[in-house]
């Protein structure tokens, strides 16, 4: 005998008890948001109980609705800048708790920093104070306009400190440099995922993003609007090949920053001629002024996350395009671009 | 009549009266430190009233013993990370509050990185509350290892943000971002300093940089520490030069970053080799291993702060270093080498 638990159950049950023992309490900040939502419906479905936390400013309830009834599934609505009492064990901490396109995370971009300083400190503490190993969902923007087409972890960015991005890209980079902290000389078990433009099922119609923007624009029948002459490009990674990697990073030894987004290479207009494509809509190009900062090329150089998770994305853009204008085309509750079009007077 | 306040004072005292009106109440964060105690010096001189704080954690009360009877200086012990209760007028804020040697500010990495985003939002709330006018000592450091041989105010920098230099840089760079938001935003005057190497006397014995370490060692007769190779290059501007400069800052129209340095470029060994002849020292050259991140070179464009603030540096390293050799052979109450070795065991 050497000490461990010994199960009392019968011959037969051993698998229901492997899935009990490697259930965990899983708290996912953000987790009414685009993305974390995603992540909350997979962890509950493999039996993990997930105490989703979200102040709701760019998270939406309607998000997580569906996981509301389940008894593993909580969910608290608190900004990660208050107080955290936490009770009993956590096995894991997701830090998605940030609006991350511009005009949102723009609105109130002193409460965007603090939340990625001292609400990531809080969380950090959490984390420390329950043994909890924690992950922290970074950002492509950490790179800035990146002068190198195509951008690994060990490359430090281009980032203007005194501008109107620095508030996000100058936060989330601190955020990076607060789990180092801890994860160097605090013993905190921590992860960095840095992930690049995300699209899918569930992406607010108004958050200004590219793909929902071109989506939305197309299903209504208005004006699909590029920035700049629109051959800037940007890799877009489906939200379930996402989800899949920020597991396998959390499941990881690795507490190096990692790449998680999709390699494949689209400029604006290509990705507007496919939404156009598929939804069969009568939109029409116009241009507007390049924002300032604004990113010339993005595309993530994921070989560490293939040597050290054994993950690369899966979904083609085709596919997930796909997907993303059926939830949309559900959210807006229109059916063909000629009914869109009488919507939206 | 205008309604402007008309001087009750007889002819022949319009100067006196002059001064009167010009002089300000500025509080120094960090009026301790080795910089700042030098400022506070320069503005009770000009007649300013100065409020010194600081919470004593590298700034030496030694530093500011000299103007600590003057009617128009006051001294707090306080960090600027607790909340400030200000009463009265307050025209102008200096933040020099961090500490800056790498070791000292690893000491307490989290601290470090706090000061410069929570306490930093401290000091602007207050600039904003009183209509104060601020100015942040930024750093060379949020230039990172750079990629160019001198460092302009446009260059983004070259910032590892998983490093132990990381707290200090992101910190600094962060620090820039919450001021450029709340002089874009919020209607305050804030200046920004990216101040590069600085020497002169009372800079701390312990704290580990090139300059005072290498003339503490050439005093006590000590192995003088070359890291690395010796061949990595510093620009060092003497203490007065940057004080006006900082003063010539405050008083400019400029929001922009600018560099406050001296372009003078001397590698460690030529450092080393001139603080031991004019020490007339017996110290020998020693090599160990350079710290990680420790930038190759740095070196400041300074075209900007030549234009816009009509400054340059004018003390020659060989005339500043000698003004520090002599700070530091008082303070360590040395006269030759020879003693110095009594003195060293």
Redesign the interface.
Known sequence: MDGSLVPVVATGCEDFMARFRRRKVVLVAGGAGFVGSHLCETLISEGHSVVCLDNLQTGRIQNISALQAHPQFRFIEQDILDRLNWQGPLDEIYNLACPASPPLYQRD??HT??TC??GV?NLLGLAKATGARILQASTSE?Y?DPEITLQHEGY?????????R??YD??K??A??????FG??MGVEVR?ARIFNTYGPRMSPEDGRVVSNFIVQALTGADITIYGDGMQTRSFCYVDDLVAGLKALMASETS??VNLGNPGEFTMRELADMVLRQTDSRSRLVQCPLPVDDPRQRRPDISRAAARLGWAPTVPLEEGIARTIRHFAGELQVSDPCEALLHHV
Chains 1, 2 share one sequence.
Do not use: K, M, Q, S
């Open positions: 971009p002193i920093f603090r300083t001292e400190l950490v800035g430090r960015g281009c980032v203007n400190t005194v501008g109107p620095a508030c100058e936060g980079r601190a990076e440099t607060l789990f180092w902290e160097t000389h960095i190096d920053p």
